[in-house]
């Protein structure tokens, strides 16, 4: 379960931000989360919720926003969503497509007090 050690990485750099600029407290973190990144999203949710326990972001919001895949055929260009990876071109059907949105996994905002 990677997912674990995803949040419990997402809290360190939360909290070293905050002691980076002398503050105790973290009252929000936005994420941004690629549907394609290759985590599960609801055990994501769960592991970050046992992670933020005895921190800083104890009591802060966790703001998750979902990025839906997008991939652009590098046969035909066509731009198209992508729910799974290795999703063919609806257009021609071709494998060979770069994916252009869905693959991140970041910390958007830290709001400290």
Do not use: N, W
């Not at 936005?30 to 549907?35: F, K, T, V």
């Not at 009591?59 to 992508?82: H, N, Q, S, T, W």
């Amino acid at each position: 379960m990677h997912e674990l050690s995803i949040a419990q990485s997402i809290v360190e750099l939360a909290e070293q931000q905050a002691l980076d600029h002398h503050s105790s407290y973290i009252e929000e973190v936005e994420l941004e989360i690629g549907r394609l990144a290759g985590v599960e999203l609801q055990t994501l949710e769960f592991a970050i919720e046992s992670a933020v326990k005895g921190t800083l972001l104890e009591k802060a919001v966790i703001v998750y926003r979902y990025i839906d895949g997008e991939g652009r055929c590098a046969e035909c260009e066509a731009l198209f969503p992508m729910e799974v990876l290795f999703s063919p071109c609806p257009v021609c059907g071709s494998y060979f497509v770069k994916i252009e949105k869905g693959k991140e996994l970041r910390i958007k905002s830290i709001v400290i007090k």
